[in-house]
């Protein structure tokens, strides 16, 4: 089972619509793949489902926000499976492929756990007391160690966008990183910032399991790879980005990230519409042949990575 985390602390950057149309297309391939929706705002959720469904079927009981609330100190983790969900327009659509795409949905309430979460480890960064300091971050990892084997190919987790306790958490039950962004100057510095929030994370949690060695053996250091950054809303002039965006794209990749080669045009009308169908553009039949042909590309390199990125 690989574990990805779709990480950028800027919204609007093409995190949620990345995840679903990866996600999608490689359960369509026949893999089973399980998709979870870490961001309060949900639009991974409404992707493929209906808000109404959501409201009568899962929000009281069956989200990713009851399973942070199940989760006791000093008692068994609870199984995540209870909250997990088949969303059934798209699993109808990929069905003879012989996969699967299960969800975790996320909560509009989710908040209130981030804000739970960071309560515990303690507040203020520098005087944070390191006591529970693995509860809270390995909690993600503690949910997917309850999926009964064999579980999942592939776990796509949706990030809020913000590096907050919950992105952390993402990122430390993760194998591998993928950041989306856009090819202009605010996205550009936001990668920069990206680099250095989690090189530091990265450096405390390994100090820290170091430190407490003794007292919690098991354990192990964080190394999550960068399978590369992906840029998404790329405006196109005769094939090509638009030379405005050209420096941008350089500059990443100045900064030692692995840049996609494949990028995801600007095409508004039909990711707009995407939601409202409840199936991924990837998988839309209404998509027009080159933006199909440029998401597929992507998909294919992205497992490419991930396979190089694992040996
Ligand atoms: N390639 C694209 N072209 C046009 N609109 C897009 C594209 N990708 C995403 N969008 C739209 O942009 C908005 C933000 O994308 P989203 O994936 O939700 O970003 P994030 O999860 O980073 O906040 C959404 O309304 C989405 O439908
Ligand atoms: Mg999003």
Not at 9 to 14: P, Q, T
């Given at each position: 089972m690989r574990v990805i985390s779709v990480v950028n602390?800027?919204?609007?950057?093409?995190k949620t619509t990345l995840t679903a149309n990866i996600g999608a297309q490689i359960a369509a391939w026949g893999k089973r793949v399980l998709l979870i929706d870490l961001?309060?705002?949900?639009s991974l959720t409404f992707s493929f489902l209906r808000p109404e469904r959501w409201r009568a079927e899962l929000a009281e009981q069956r989200t990713i926000k009851q399973w942070f609330e199940a989760w006791r100190m000093d008692s068994t983790v609870p199984p995540l499976a209870p909250v997990l969900t088949s969303p059934s327009v798209v699993n109808d659509r990929i069905a003879d492929g012989g996969g699967r795409l299960d969800l975790a949905a996320s909560h509009l309430s989710l908040g209130d756990v981030e804000m739970n979460l960071a309560a515990r480890l303690g507040g203020a960064e520098v005087h944070r007391s390191t006591r529970h300091y693995f509860d809270v971050y390995l909690r993600l990892n503690a949910a997917l160690a309850t999926?009964?084997?064999?579980?999942?190919?592939l776990v796509l987790m949706d990030c809020p966008p913000n590096f907050g306790v919950i992105t952390r958490a993402a990122v430390a039950a993760s194998d591998q990183l993928l950041i989306p962004a856009r090819p202009d100057e605010l996205s550009t510095l936001g990668i920069e910032h990206l680099q250095s929030r989690l090189r530091r994370y990265i450096w405390e949690f390994n100090r820290i399991v170091d430190l407490q060695s003794d007292l919690h053996p098991t354990v192990r250091k964080l190394e999550p790879v960068i399978l590369g950054v992906v840029f998404t809303m790329v405006q196109y002039y005769g094939g090509q980005p638009i030379a405005a965006l050209r420096p941008y794209i350089a500059q990443t990749r100045q900064l030692g990230l692995p840049v996609f080669e494949a990028m995801v045009r600007e095409s508004n009308s039909h990711f707009a519409g995407a939601a409202r169908a409840q199936i991924p553009v990837i998988l839309s039949?209404?998509?027009p042949h080159a933006l199909g042909w440029e998401l597929h590309r992507l998909v294919e390199e992205f497992l490419k990575r991930v396979r190089t990125a694992a040996s």
């Open positions: 602390y800027k919204g609007g950057v093409g961001d309060p705002q949900a999926l009964p084997a064999p579980a999942y190919d039949e209404q998509t």
